[in-house]
Nanobody, 120 residues
């Protein structure tokens, strides 16, 4: 069974930076979109950023200009560089990988989540 391993969360002061990494196990093949979502206390999980195999990116308005998503297809790894962090960025960040199965649909894999805390 495939799994995603996240790293890079932590505590940082407002204005600081963090870089999250998420490595998908080698037995996950046919990866299409990779991305990051986050969930703050008492809030629904929301999209942060996604990136396709071809490198097309999509960002939540709240992080545009501050966060950058990238991926290394050879390593099955996606990254999220977070700059100019704000207290409202505090959340558990989840990695997501989508595998396209053609007519059979799609498979979603989720990481275990990594805590990002931004102090004011």
């Amino acid at each position: 069974q495939g799994q995603l391993v996240e790293s890079g969360g932590g505590l940082v002061q407002a204005g600081g930076s963090l870089r999250l990494s998420c490595a998908a196990s080698r037995n996950i093949v046919g990866i299409n979109t990779m991305g990051w979502y986050r969930q703050a206390p008492d809030k629904q999980r929301e999209l942060v950023a996604t990136i396709t195999t071809g490198g097309s990116t999509n960002y939540a308005d709240s992080v545009k200009g501050r966060f950058t998503i990238s991926r290394d297809n050879n390593k099955n790894t996606v990254y999220l560089q977070m700059n100019s962090l704000k207290p409202e960025d505090t959340a558990v960040y989840y990695c997501n990988v989508v595998v396209t199965l053609g007519v059979l649909g799609k498979l979603n894999y989720w990481g275990q989540g990594t805590q990002v805390t931004v102090s004011s």
